[in-house]
């Protein structure tokens, strides 16, 4: 999380390098659960780069199948120790392939995705 420096009133935010390192470990923990990942990934704005103080981090999964519904989907995954406030998305596999390419977000999702985690085929 931000650390507030006790002599100024800066805040230190962690950069794009600090926060991937710290999404690469926490996939390696998250593959190990009972769930069947197949991907994982972050997008927004530390993957386009132009994040900022205050920035959270946008994290998408694809598993194989899943009972859940979409948005309890993610609560399997404790994001609490990333080094920034996290949102995890959740889709099975065929949600993934059945996202709209003509919407801005499926289009984002697609384009800009920096992929930590792919399950070899």
């Known amino acids: 999380m931000p650390v507030r420096s006790l002599s100024s009133s800066v805040l230190k935010w962690p950069d794009r390098q600090a926060v991937d390192a710290a999404v690469r470990r926490w996939a390696e923990e998250a593959i190990r659960g009972p769930q069947n990942v197949l991907r994982i990934g972050y997008f927004g704005s530390y993957a386009r780069g ?10 998408v999964m ?6 859940e519904p979409f948005e309890r989907r993610s609560a399997p ?3 609490s120790g990333l080094p920034v406030p996290a949102d995890l998305l959740v889709y ?10 003509g919407t801005r977000f499926g289009w ?3 384009t800009e ?3 930590v985690y792919l399950r070899a085929a």
């Open 77 to 79: 995954w404790d994001t």
């Open 50 to 59: 132009d994040w900022g103080v205050g920035s959270d981090l946008d994290l």
């Open 62 to 67: 694809v598993v194989e199948a899943s009972e």
């Open 108 to 110: 984002m999702l697609r």
């Open 92 to 101: 099975t596999r065929r949600e993934w392939e059945a996202l709209p390419h």
């Open 113 to 115: 995705t920096v992929w």
